[in-house]
């Protein structure tokens, strides 16, 4: 037998990989004394096991549950089915990390159509009785059975339209009896089959529902979206139910002990008088701050106020808590480290620095590296939001700036998105099935729900504007427009929002970009004393490379020449140099553009103020280049003197038939030798002219791309050597080079013992070297690997993170060969995993020396990059 059910009194903080973080945060809680009404975790490996055992729970498991069950009977002194007076209990699932997407709670669970009588009569109070039965029903057949839950709120907005109601409190006994007989008949109608009256099957179906959502796409695509693993699996808690709706001293609420949005210090939170918790989180009613509840029970208010502290000093970080008031008793619900925008974690770790909670290494663990890019958001342009037009206010729910244009559903913001157009999804309320759409979104605006809605929690978590609960606005979902201020918004109409004030305006203002200062500029400073690896750009541009710099790169680790020849004046002069038929010609073509790449290079060099640059030769098949307008064709006719069935001729005959392995990279300079000779001149020149000018020293590092094998290289190289040496000669300069290759084909990785005897440095081509590996193609396999990931073939993208068991082999293996035969070689990576956290670890662990990213990616690789080696060296030390 294996333990499978732990009771909260069994478990405490350091178990969440088994306990769930709920269930690990209650058992905690129970462990230092707060008030936590009794319950049990089904732990993380009984998810594993239903999966494993065909989606049964297995007899043992079961066993266990019951005999959870008869303790939490004998805690309460109820039983579990009584007709008289039934121990009601609650059912919410927990995983490692918290993830919207997943079934979250049913309440009330152990009504039925008898109990519910005996509970009216135990507890004196019909309407609370029927209301708790009618919520379980709406919500087992919802989570559980997967019904939609218009029917139910279609059956509850007829009866309060009926009878004059706003609110849901206003129903009567009379009235939810009544609800009860119709929602209990729809149940009938839509699953073929009664409302289920044995509380057994109803708890076993309720936790088979959570280890169910753990598989469900919204969870699914979240946990692709956050990195987080399958294999993890969601816990079970089981709970004796507390009421928060059992009259005007019951509540029930959700409270962070600093602001989830700026990190100021201070309760922070809402609550609801008479009511449950789903009516806090779905934004049904609108709930009061936190404060007022020091107006409405004083003696509770400071009770939440101590524990609050206790428990933020018992984590060393801000909690998010949730709690409910039973006839003016408190209970925690949950405790966990709050979710919070970057901000708010930039400024809460430096402030529990001050308070001396925490260490710096502690503060610079503390932030999730990848939430730095809402940092790196834009703001308005000040200037342009003073004309701005406000057509309303509402909730500041998570910061940043956003224009674009407005959609009304998950579905079309996806797909504008997907034609380039920057959108602001409007929705009435946001649900979990919102979530891709949000992603999709710049912005975020809700009719309801508060500052802990699902709509502010999920767009603060990733780092998209949101601003919820505007009450003044009417929403027509179905018909795709807005009414607010008196305006009249339809979709594909710009409005902006700012995140940060609550702000709607009217239209499309622009926005400019964030710099680093502040707190950022103090954690930044803590990571970078801790990291080992150099953070570099990938930059092509003086402008790009500029930026980086702001952004604290120390270098180029990629400078893609060929985006260089793209502007309009350039773009005819390399169709002619392709198009060429003798070297003289192409020579010809190529003298034309050396003055263009001089020019970028020294723009480039003067950016980086003499930090490294690695410049990469010319990679792209050539046909990438050549007109394909009748229009374009007949100018280059012109040009070269050429007829147009001559310049077609000559375009398809460049066509391949797989270009990504055709001719490109060092391909191109094995065959055209004087490509990588105009390019060496423009790189030598520039440098010796940029030092001279500016009293740098820099040494360029010239890289060749695609390389599989030393002669290959070397062919390559012996051009860039003479032409180098001859440039230093007729500038009387010496001038000290470099030049490496880049690995990023598998034949690379292999023989990088021999190749490293001929180049100076590697660089990890990790976009290439996954396409090669895989043999998916880089720019084709996202229309299917949506199959791969439905069928657990794959969890992530391996372009986005790197495929550390396959592609990280060959890394590895071809680190460890280059420097037996060059100990000092200098390795980095350049493709888009070189900003990613997850890859940045690896490349750490591997001993690479750099990792280079986009600039925007700058900041979130040097934090990364500390983060890593912390975790390596506490490693070290406990080993
Ligand atoms: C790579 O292949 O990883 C790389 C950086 O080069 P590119 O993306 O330009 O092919
Ligand atoms: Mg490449």
Redesign the pocket.
């Known amino acids: 037998m294996s333990k499978r059910v732990y009771l909260f009194t069994e478990g405490n903080a350091g178990m969440r990989n088994l306990l769930g973080g709920k269930g690990a945060g209650l058992a905690e809680m129970t462990k230092i004394g707060l008030p936590i009404p009794n319950g049990f975790t089904i732990s993380t490996e009984a998810c594993t096991d239903y999966y494993e055992e065909n989606k049964t729970i297995s007899e043992d498991t079961q066993r266990q549950i019951y005999e959870a069950m008869s303790w939490l009977e004998e805690r309460q002194g109820k039983k579990f089915g009584d007709t008289e007076d039934p121990l009601l209990v609650s059912v919410r699932s927990g995983a490692r990390a918290s993830m919207p997407g997943m079934m979250d709670t049913i309440l009330n669970l152990g009504l039925n159509d008898v109990s519910v009588e005996g509970f009216a009569r135990k507890t004196g109070n019909p309407r609370f009785a029927y209301d708790s039965y009618r919520r379980f029903i709406q919500m087992f057949s919802d989570v559980v059975m997967g019904m939609s839950k218009t029917f139910f709120d279609s059956i509850l907005d007829g009866t309060r339209r009926a009878k004059g109601y706003v609110y849901d409190y206003e129903l009567t006994a009379e009235d939810l009896k009544d609800i009860i007989s119709r929602f209990k008949a729809v149940y009938a109608e839509k699953m073929g089959q009664e409302f289920p009256q044995d509380p057994r099957e109803q708890l076993m179906a309720a936790i088979q529902a959570v280890f169910r959502s753990w598989d469900n796409p919204r969870a699914n695509s979240y946990r692709r979206m956050y990195d987080i693993p399958y294999s993890w699996g969601t816990a079970v808690n089981v709970q004796a139910m507390v009421f928060g709706n059992k009259g005007d001293t019951s509540g029930t609420g959700v409270a962070f002990t600093r602001s989830p949005s700026t990190g100021a210090k201070g309760i922070f939170g809402e609550y609801l008088i008479n009511a449950q918790g789903e009516d806090v989180v779905a934004g049904i009613r609108t709930p009061q701050p936190i404060t007022k509840l020091q107006e409405d029970m004083p003696e509770v208010y400071k009770q939440f106020i101590d524990s609050a502290k206790i428990l933020e000093n018992h984590y060393r970080d801000m909690q998010d808590m949730e709690f409910t008031i039973e006839e003016g008793k408190l209970y925690f619900l949950q405790t966990r480290n709050g979710k919070r925008t970057a901000q708010a974690a930039l400024q809460i770790a430096c402030d529990l620095v001050d308070e001396n909670m925490i260490t710096p290494e502690e503060a610079v663990l503390r932030i999730e590296a990848q939430s730095l890019d809402q940092l790196l958001h834009p703001n308005f342009d000040v200037q342009a939001l003073k004309n701005g037009r406000v057509i309303g206010q509402a909730l500041p729910a998570s910061p940043g700036a956003a224009a674009g244009r407005v959609y009304f559903d998950a579905d079309d913001a996806i797909a504008a998105r997907t034609e380039g157009q920057r959108v602001i999804l409007v929705r009435q309320e946001t649900s979990p099935e919102d979530i891709e759409g949000m992603h999709a979104a710049e912005g975020v605006l809700t009719m309801r729900g508060g500052m802990t809605s699902h709509a502010a929690v999920v767009a603060r978590g990733m780092g998209t504007c949101c601003v919820s609960g505007c009450g003044d606005m009417t929403v027509n979902e179905a018909e795709k427009y807005f009414e607010l201020g008196g305006v009249t918004v339809r979709e594909g109409d710009y409005i902006s929002l700012d995140g940060s004030t609550g702000k709607i305006y009217l239209g499309d203002i622009p926005t400019v970009e964030a710099s680093i200062t502040g707190n950022f500029e103090r954690i930044m400073k803590w990571a970078d004393s801790f990291r080992r690896l150099r953070v570099r750009t990938?930059a092509d541009t003086p402008a790009d490379a500029e930026n980086a710099v702001n952004l604290g790169a120390e270098g180029i680790g990629?400078c893609?020449t060929?985006h260089m020849f793209f502007a309009p004046e350039r773009i005819p002069k390399i169709r002619r140099m392709i198009l060429s038929d003798t070297t003289e010609e192409r020579e010809a073509a190529l003298n034309e553009l050396i003055p263009y790449q001089k020019g970028d290079f020294k723009g480039i060099y003067k950016a980086m103020q003499g930090m490294p640059v690695t410049i990469?030769f010319l990679?792209?098949p050539l046909h990438e280049f050549v007109p394909t307008t009748e229009e374009d064709m007949r100018e280059l006719a012109d040009d070269m003197n050429l007829t147009l069935a001559d310049v077609r001729a000559r375009c398809d005959a460049l066509h391949e038939f797989n270009p990504m392995m055709g001719h490109r990279g060092c391909r191109l300079s094995v065959t055209y030798p004087e490509i990588a000779r105009m390019q060496t001149r423009a790189v030598i020149e520039a440098a010796i002219e940029v030092n001279a000018e500016c009293g740098y020293h820099i040494e360029p590092e010239i890289m060749v791309?695609l390389v599989g094998d030393k002669k290959e290289l070397d062919v390559v190289k012996k051009v860039i050597d003479s032409t180098a040496e001859q440039v230093k000669a007729e500038k009387g300069s010496d001038l000290v080079y470099h030049v490496g290759t880049?690995i990023?084909i598998p034949r690379a990785a292999l023989m990088a013992d021999s190749i490293a005897e001929s180049a100076e440095f590697f660089?990890?081509?990790?976009?290439?070297?996954?396409?090669m590996t895989f043999g998916f193609s880089?720019d084709d396999a996202g229309k299917f690997l949506q199959d791969y990931y439905k069928s657990k073939i794959y969890e992530a993208d391996p372009f986005a993170h790197l495929d550390q068991n396959g592609v990280g082999q060959l890394i590895e293996m071809a680190a460890a060969k280059a420097k037996k035969v060059r100990p000092d070689i200098h390795m980095g990576?350049?493709?888009?995993?070189g900003g990613d956290p997850a890859s940045i670890e690896f490349c750490n662990r591997a001993g690479l020396s750099y990792v280079s990213c986009s600039p925007f990616r700058v900041p979130i690789a040097r934090l990364a990059a500390a983060q890593a080696e912390i975790k390596l060296r506490r490693e070290a030390k406990e080993s």
Do not use: K, V, Y
């Open positions: 990938n990629l893609r060929e990469r990679d792209p791309p880049m990023e660089s990890f081509g990790t976009n290439d070297l996954t396409q880089r990576i350049c493709g888009e995993h």
